[in-house]
């Protein structure tokens, strides 16, 4: 009972236990493909739902730190323009500071000159034993500026016996 080449055996008779095998082993091959189908569908879904997750989780936290940025941006320009306010103030302080140590340091600089003058006359009147009078080619202190607050008005020189009796410091040193 051989086949010829090109000819289909004939089939064998097959028993009972083994057609009840192979029909359990189909079912068996179909309840796994069902399974693995199953689990396949299944994980799609869990990875579709977690990509929507972790989407709008991203989107959030996008929000969220555009919304910080903004903030920070908007606490930062404030502080600057704060300094700014700051740095003016300072500034124009500065300003008046060196207009009013300007005006003080032209006064102090009158009152040596004015002092200078008159212990320059009364050194060269006691060198010369001369009644203390303003020399006639020395100028006389400048009288056309204006005593400062403080400022003690000296007083009449002639018919003195000590020429520096009533010298007194300007009236920018402390007593």
């Given at each position: 009972m051989s086949?010829?080449?090109g000819e289909k055996p004939e089939p064998r008779p097959v028993s009972r236990a083994a057609e009840l095998?192979?029909?359990q082993v189909e079912s068996i091959v179909a309840v796994a493909q069902e399974s693995?189908?199953?689990l396949t569908r299944t994980a799609r879904e869990e990875a579709a739902?977690?990509?929507a997750l972790a989407?709008?989780?991203a989107h959030a936290d996008v929000e969220a730190a555009r919304k910080e940025a903004s903030t920070r941006i908007r606490e930062a320009q404030d502080a600057a323009d704060d300094v700014l306010e700051q740095a003016k103030a300072v500034s124009s302080g500065m300003k008046q500071l060196a207009h009013l140590l300007t005006t003080h340091a032209e006064r102090i600089l009158r009152d040596v000159t004015n002092s200078h003058r008159a212990m320059?006359?009364?050194l060269r009147a006691a060198a010369r034993n001369e009644p203390l009078t303003?020399?006639?080619d020395e100028a006389p202190p400048d009288e056309s500026a204006e005593p400062h607050e403080g400022a003690r008005p000296r007083r009449p020189e002639a018919g003195r016996e000590n020429p520096f009796a009533d010298?007194?410091?300007p009236s920018w040193v402390e007593s």
């Open positions: 086949a010829e080449p095998a192979a029909q693995a189908e199953k739902s977690v990509r989407r709008e989780s320059s006359a009364d303003p020399d006639e010298l007194e410091p």
